[in-house]
């Protein structure tokens, strides 16, 4: 199985190279050079297997020889172990023909758990097997940074350094970075905003002196093992509703495209899917891109659902790739006139291309807090703010005859204060990480300055 870069000119790499290396060196993004199918028979017998069988069977073609069946197996055994929940990805009923897909029962309580531990498993084994160790730094609005704290955490191939803006997370995602005690785990609180930490690591990225000396490598979502990772779930949901004899529609909570292109190169696989909803809050870059053919960054403005606050949707480039017709060039120079001119204009073949799959849809913050009282009140769902986005989008725009499944990206938990606020209920800690505020916290204060920033890593790192 091999994977080509969405810009043309990266040289051609398989699974595990273009897992290890994250971004490709044209600035592209890897997605396989063809993508394997599953027939209706071998969907049909994915009915009754368990979470982790179904990941096997939906993820092994992509990962060609790098593992063997059974590291593989054993693998995706380890990486979900940690989940509060026998199902993994649970689906519950929100009304007639519209359910929801709680993917927060992860160490986490993000969605980004199904991505980030399976990850940490492969990077571990690789590694160990190639004798290397590598540093891996990321920047994180919050969800981002915990998961990839406890997937990585007391591994031996890897030490891992999260930068995140000081002050600007919530307090149950920083304890999530700052409580994990192992020594190859650093939580990094930056002077600064987001995009400060963003631009910081890209600098990193940049300084080849640093980034070979340290073996610099990203776990950021456009890895491709991460999207893989996330077409599971898509899979086990339509199969329990019926796949492949009746067609489901997804509504995605939509940040950086990572996740919804999951679904679509599940569609893409065969699994039959309707409709792939992108749902944004207020930061509705791509719902705009969709309704005008016009891709146009504009300022963040801070929301309650802060996963999504973003102005650059990474992962749309894999999508582009494919409406342009896998034309690299082309793709390269939309993402030239991005840097350039802050936007491009999606050519209208390829806007009729990519609406042949999405539908979009925003929910402003008084929407987004009035779903969250709602969906308390008449569907016994208390919800995080980024799931309550998708389910109102969701019940906007769902056809009834077909099945609507809304991905539910967090737990309510995480962002207590957003639900409370909404529905008077402040919704409580899973059990298992009920003494979350207990744990001591390890904090590392730096400054935004790349410099600094090397150093703090150089004398971290372990040798
Ligand atoms: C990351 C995140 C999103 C956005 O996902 P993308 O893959 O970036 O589109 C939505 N909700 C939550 C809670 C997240 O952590």
Not at 27 to 48: F, K, N, W
Not at 60 to 68: C, E, L, M, N
Not at 191 to 215: E, I, P, S, T, Y
């Amino acid at each position: 199985m091999n994977y080509v870069s969405t810009r043309g000119t990266a040289p051609v790499l398989d699974f595990e190279a273009a897992m290890l290396s994250g971004l490709a060196r044209d600035g592209g993004l890897y997605v396989p050079e063809t993508v394997p199918q599953m027939s209706a028979a071998d969907i049909r017998a994915l009915h009754g297997a368990s979470y982790e069988d179904t990941a096997f069977r939906v993820m092994r073609p992509f990962v060609g020889d790098t593992f063997s069946d059974d590291t593989f197996g054993e693998l995706i055994e380890k990486a979900y172990a940690g989940f509060g929940h026998g199902a993994r990805a649970p689906l519950v009923q929100l009304a007639p023909g519209h359910f929801l897909l709680e993917l927060f029962h992860g160490p986490t309580l993000a969605f980004k758990d199904f991505a980030m531990q399976l990850i940490g498993q492969l990077f571990e084994e690789a590694l160990t097997r190639r004798g290397e160790r590598v540093t891996i730094v990321g920047a994180t609005s919050g969800d981002t940074g915990s998961a990839a704290i406890e997937a990585f955490r007391g591994l031996d191939a890897a030490d891992v350094f999260i930068l995140y803006p000081h002050g600007r997370v919530s307090e149950v995602q920083r304890r999530q970075m700052t409580t994990p005690a192992e020594a190859n785990v650093h939580a990094v609180a930056i002077d600064g905003h987001f995009d400060d930490a963003q631009a910081r690591l890209k600098d990193m990225f940049n300084d080849f002196a640093f980034r070979d000396g340290v073996r610099l490598a990203g776990v950021n979502s456009i890895n491709w093992a991460r999207v893989l990772a996330q077409v599971v779930y898509y899979f086990s949901a339509a199969v329990s509703l019926g796949a492949p004899d009746r067609a489901v529609s997804f509504t995605v909570p939509t940040g950086n495209f990572g996740d919804i292109f999951a679904g679509y190169i599940a569609k893409r696989m065969g699994l039959p899917i309707d409709r792939l909803v992108i749902a944004t809050n207020q930061n509705d870059i791509l719902h705009r891109a969709m309704s005008s053919g016009d891709y146009r960054t504009d300022a963040v403005a801070p929301s309650i659902s802060p996963s999504m606050d973003i102005q650059v949707s990474s992962n749309f480039e894999r999508a582009l790739f494919d409406a342009y017709d896998r034309d690299g060039a082309a793709v390269g120079q939309l993402m030239d006139e991005l840097k350039s001119g802050g936007g491009f204009h999606v050519s209208q073949g390829a806007l009729q291309a990519l609406r042949e799959h999405f539908d979009s849809g925003r929910a402003s913050e008084a929407e987004t807090s009035e779903w969250i009282a709602r969906a308390h009140a008449t569907m016994g769902e208390l919800l995080c703010p980024h799931s309550a986005v998708g389910v109102k989008v969701a019940e906007d725009i769902r056809d009834p005859a077909v099945p609507m499944v809304t991905l539910a990206t967090a737990h309510p938990a995480k962002f207590p204060d957003a639900v409370e606020a909404a529905t008077g209920v402040r919704p409580a800690l899973p059990e298992r990480m009920a003494d979350l505020f207990d744990r001591e916290e390890r904090i590392t204060r730096a400054p935004n300055d790349l410099a600094a920033l090397e150093t703090l890593i150089q004398e971290r790192i372990r040798t």
